[in-house]
């Protein structure tokens, strides 16, 4: 077994999912069984929603390039990072150090692509848009990212989750924001955003899915167990 180094904390509920999505991603017998991974559960990372739409914010380049050698450091022998939107801060990480870093967005536009999807309903921060993080991994893929004109709606979700609201009363305004990108010509939904990874089943069964998240907890499993 290989050992993963987890900058976390991009919200720590999203980490702690991913945490959980990789225990039940190994068929276990003992303790032993399981991935090794170190989490640097960090929510001080500087807000990328402050950095990347208001234009406010301290940028969390830095501190995302400290946390890799921090987790170099431990004994990771690879990187992983369950947050889409700070992917616009990836180079960071990988230059970081000699580790490989699993590049979540790649390995969600591979996926994608391997499913037959073209138009892709974004479930994400508006930040990802603003920065336009997938749009080199979609555009190798032969990807198109389908955005809602009034993104305000998903955010307003997000900052909820990061909020602590009830999950249970943000389903209902999930799932009106995907129906809304399906209308808009979207034909799969891509869950873009981690907090949003913690209410999927929220999400309409017209039309097939994909969790970023899932793609990183498959390449994590990949890289710890070959």
Known sequence: MKTVGILGGMGPEATVLLMQKVLAAVPARDDSDHIPLIVHQNPQVPSRIKALIEGTGEDPGPVLARMARDLQAAGAQALAMPCNTAHHYAPAVANA??????????????????????????????????????????????????????????????????????????????????????????????????????????????????????????????????
């Open 97 to 226: 150090t000699p580790l490989p870093f699993l590049n979540m967005l790649d390995l969600t536009a591979q996926a994608l692509a391997a499913q037959g999807a073209q138009r892709i309903g974004m479930l994400a921060s508006p930040a990802t848009r603003l920065a336009g993080v997938f749009a080199a991994p979609f555009a190798a893929h032969g990807l198109t990212p389908v955005f809602l004109p009034d993104d305000s709606g998903i955010l307003a979700v997000i900052r909820a989750v990061k909020a602590g609201e009830a999950l249970v009363n943000l389903k209902p305004q999930l799932a009106q924001e995907a129906e809304a990108l399906l209308a808009h010509g979207a034909d799969h939904l891509l869950v873009a955003c981690t907090e949003l990874s913690l209410m999927t089943d929220a999400l309409p069964t017209t039309a097939p899915h994909t969790d970023s998240l899932d793609c990183l907890t498959q390449a994590i499993s990949d890289f710890a167990t070959v």
